[in-house]
């Protein structure tokens, strides 16, 4: 099968493209730069020269010509809607398979860093997070575009981690080089559900191979809440751990950073189970911890 994949240099793309690439696919990459084309070339992808603002008419032309497309780029909401939509009308018709990459940021609550009892399947109704309602809007866009001629899918992971991430165990090293503790938000029992970046190139495997038009599908392979990761790391270090206010959590991580680290977002993977089959062959987000790329965040800078 012949795959583009815009967002190709990221970390969820990258992961894709060389694993789709190792199966035996002809795969091509987005690359915004001429050092990005070398990269994705040295790697056995075939770099497609273009981006999502002045030159989004090449990689139109590169979905065009594929037999697949995955859309795994982090961009702008603007960028975003707009490629998204150009993608929709120039595929429909054309019974090609459009993957579209998502998260659960577009269902996460508000818990301040208090635990959240809800857990959310595939089909379950949810109030979208609103600063992720540009992200729903994509989703909507690409399951509605499976009736015009298009094998369309959404696929929505939990917290992504493995080499290379910048989740929350990340953020909690970085967290001990900016206060001296691994540092969590309030009670810090807000849970994100997690999943290897691996059982996620596997799961994309499965959606181009039988997902169905119109398939969201899930992943998740288990859940900790921020407290735990805080404290399994402060042992690691010999420092303690410490509950940040939402102020001080914003001095620590940024504004953002700060509602990442106080949201929860549970979900469950029922139609990636029963429609494709898969299950997660990594399930502890804790066994990473004490990796040296990890513990060199918590080390002051300068």
């Not at 999502?52 to 008419?57: F, Y």
């Not at 994100?192 to 970046?197: E, M, P």
């Not at 303690?240 to 940024?254: I, M």
């Amino acid at each position: 099968m012949n795959l583009f994949i815009i967002g190709a240099t990221g970390f969820v793309g990258g992961a894709l493209a060389r694993h789709l690439s190792a199966e035996g696919h002809a795969v091509s990459g987005l690359a915004r730069t001429r050092s990005a084309a070398v990269t994705l070339g040295s790697q056995g992808i075939t770099p497609v020269a273009g981006d999502l603002n002045e030159r989004r008419g090449a990689v139109l032309k590169a979905a065009q010509t594929a037999d697949a497309v995955i859309y795994a780029a982090q961009a702008g909401s603007e960028q975003e809607t707009a490629t998204v939509q150009d993608l929709v009308r120039a595929l429909s018709g054309t019974r090609k398979t459009f993957v579209f990459l998502s998260g659960t940021g577009v269902l996460v609550q508000r818990t301040a860093g208090a635990w959240s009892p809800d857990v959310f399947a595939e089909d379950d109704p949810f109030t979208p997070e609103p600063l992720a309602a540009y992200r729903k809007a994509a989703e909507d866009t690409v399951m509605a575009a499976a009736g015009n001629g298009l094998r369309s899918m959404v696929i929505r992971p939990g917290l992504i981690w493995g080499p290379g991430d910048h989740g929350h165990v990340s953020m909690v090293y970085r967290s001990v080089a900016a206060t001296g503790a691994a540092c969590y938000v309030g009670e810090g029992l807000s849970t994100y559900s997690h999943v290897h970046i691996d059982d996620v190139t596997r799961l994309f495997s499965l959606a181009l191979e039988k997902g169905r038009h119109g398939g969201l599908y899930q992943a998740v392979a288990g859940e900790i809440p921020n407290r735990w990761i805080a404290e399994r790391v402060a042992s690691g270090l010999g420092v303690k751990a410490h509950s940040l206010t939402s102020e001080e959590a914003t001095g620590v991580w940024g504004e953002f950073g700060a509602l990442i680290m106080s949201v929860s977002g549970r979900i469950r993977a029922l139609r990636a189970q029963q429609d494709l089959g898969w299950q997660p062959r990594h399930t502890d987000m804790l066994t990473m911890i004490g990796e040296e790329r990890l513990r060199r965040l918590a080390i002051p800078s300068g």
